[in-house]
């Protein structure tokens, strides 16, 4: 084994980062720099019982190019339960490789590729820890765009991703969203509900805003009620809500002020037709009222609309694109929404602070 | 010139319609809104008797004659509310008969479907309805509609 010393500051953390760990199997600590001048690993093992660390060169990778740039490392015994060992995540290329001491020098071997995720060094948390099994350290990461979390175990080989478990998505403000139907809630009823109400969940989640599901009420048997099964929506224009959606939108157990309700009805009738949806509104009661179609993300056009979105222009035909098209015959789905509506959406007097 | 099925679908498809959405449609696209008339989705079948009541003519008449038996209440309603649109010897036949429909939505449509013009079946189908339909606001919305129109049939 050969020995150095006069290696100059080790302090210099942007030159020489340091880790600390068990790198030889030896049952203590070892101290483990790379230099980025000529990136070469440095392992430091302290001699029994005192004295001085006992410095020998771990191998050089200059075949990776610089490593030094940013890309993330971590350190566990990721492989083997007996030995501290170097991970790194190259974001280039999105291979992972695990730098292994054989007690000679590191042993650099490729630990998978997560293409298929994209490029995941892109702020999101990591974790390191014996998440599922005692005998070796695993990658845990959150994924904040779609809430989901996935661990990354090493079998021997590679490093193998499993979903485990989804927590939503961070938010900046959050709706709630009541659904009252007047037609029975059948099983095709109640499927509508949740699946235009995921739709909307997903969809906003995205921009921000949480979607938190309410109560779900049959007011299928209020013979004050059967009329308006079939709503009279008038012209359908913002703040001006006709005699019936008065009465209707007075319904409003179980939701708070800010709280939206949709209504589920048979049918909405209005000046040129009849309507999927329509998000006028009473003062002061927010909601909507829609129909049961078969037009995935029209809960969250009409809840866009009470959140003070206005359609998109009819001019590009690529404005299809986006969720407040005015036609159920969205492109691209799921739907975008833009920046500047996100931020409407977000300034909305409906939307409260997560 | 004449639209495709899945044109005219596109065209009706619209969430929140405008009488924009009907125009340039004609007695040449009669064919393709009848098959409209029997597409699963009710609100657009519904769409399409709109769209034939605007284009009126005996073909769409007929049409919207086999609308008003349709299964769907929701499509039996759209014909109610678009009679408005038709001559009144086709809009008196559809409305008498769709105000004794069994769903109160499509009577209320029905009711706010007659006229000044309306002849004296459909008002004493509305007298009927002003003393025996089951539902209260109805009847009570029927004995408005009869004072609107001048009272009853048999004054």
């Known amino acids: 084994m050969t020995c150095y010393s006069g290696f100059g500051s080790l302090a210099d953390f942007g030159q020489r980062p340091v880790w600390i760990g068990d790198f030889d199997a030896s049952g203590r600590a070892d101290v483990l720099f790379y230099f980025v001048g000529d990136q070469n690993w440095w392992l430091g093992r302290p001699p029994a019982p005192t004295g001085p660390l006992a410095w020998s060169l771990a191998g050089n990778t200059v075949g990776f190019g610089q490593i030094w740039d940013g890309r993330p490392f971590w350190i566990g015994n990721f492989s083997r339960a007996d030995r501290a060992q ?3 995540y190259y974001p280039g290329d999105d291979n992972w490789w695990l730098g292994s001491h054989d007690g000679n020098q590191l042993q650099w071997s490729f630990a998978g590729n997560t293409a298929g995720f994209g490029h995941i060094w892109d702020g999101r948390p990591f974790y390191v820890g014996n998440f ?3 005998d070796r350290a695993e990658m845990l990461f959150y994924y904040p765009g779609d809430g989901n979390w996935w661990l990354g175990s090493h079998d021997g080989n590679q490093l193998r991703w499993s979903f485990s478990g989804n927590t939503g998505r961070p938010c900046s403000q959050s709706i709630r969203v009541h659904f009252k139907s007047l037609i029975p809630i059948s099983n095709a009823v109640r499927t509508f509900m949740d699946t235009q109400f995921l739709a909307m969940e997903d969809l906003f989640s995205q921009s921000g805003i949480a979607t938190y599901r309410g109560t779900t009420e049959d007011l299928s048997a209020d013979p004050a009620l059967q009329a308006l099964v079939a709503l009279d929506v008038g012209a359908c224009t913002l703040g001006n809500p006709t005699q019936e959606q008065n009465t209707l939108f007075q319904n409003r157990n179980n939701a708070g002020a800010n709280d939206l309700v949709v209504y589920v009805v048979q049918t909405l009738v209005g000046g040129a037709g009849n309507f999927v949806g329509c998000a006028t509104h009473p003062a002061g009661q927010p909601g909507a009222a829609v129909v049961q179609a078969n037009a995935r993300w029209l809960l969250a056009h009409e809840i866009g609309h009470v959140l003070d979105l206005r359609h998109v222009a009819a001019a590009p035909a690529t404005n299809s694109d986006f969720l407040m098209w005015p036609n159920t015959g969205w492109t691209n789905v799921p739907p975008d929404v833009s920046s500047p509506e996100a931020t409407t959406m977000l300034n909305s007097g409906l939307s409260v602070n997560c | ?4 099925l899945q044109e005219l679908h596109d065209r009706l498809s619209a969430i929140e319609p405008t009488e924009e959405i009907y125009a340039g449609i004609d007695e040449e696209e009669i064919p393709a809104l009848e098959q409209l008339l029997q597409f699963e989705e009710a609100w657009l079948a519904s769409r399409a008797a709109y769209a034939l009541a605007r284009v009126g003519g005996a073909r769409a008449a007929e049409a919207l004659g086999k609308a008003a038996e349709d299964r769907r209440p929701e499509v039996r309603i759209a014909v109610a509310d678009s009679a408005q649109h038709l001559p009144r010897e086709v809009s008196d036949s559809l409305v008498a008969g769709l105000l004794a429909d069994g769903n109160a939505g499509v009577r209320k449509f029905a009711l706010r479907a007659a006229s000044d013009e309306s002849g ?31 009272g009853t049939s048999n004054p």
């Not at chain 2, 010139?1 to 495709?4: A, G, I």
């Open chain 1, 132 to 134: 599922g099994r005692p």
């Open chain 1, 86 to 88: 170097v991970l790194f």
């Open chain 2, 120 to 150: 004296s079946e459909v008002r004493r189908n509305i007298e009927q309805m002003a003393n025996e339909d089951p539902l209260p606001v109805i009847r009570d919305e029927a004995r408005q509609r009869l004072e609107q129109l001048g």
């Open chain 2, 1 to 4: 010139m004449t639209l495709s």
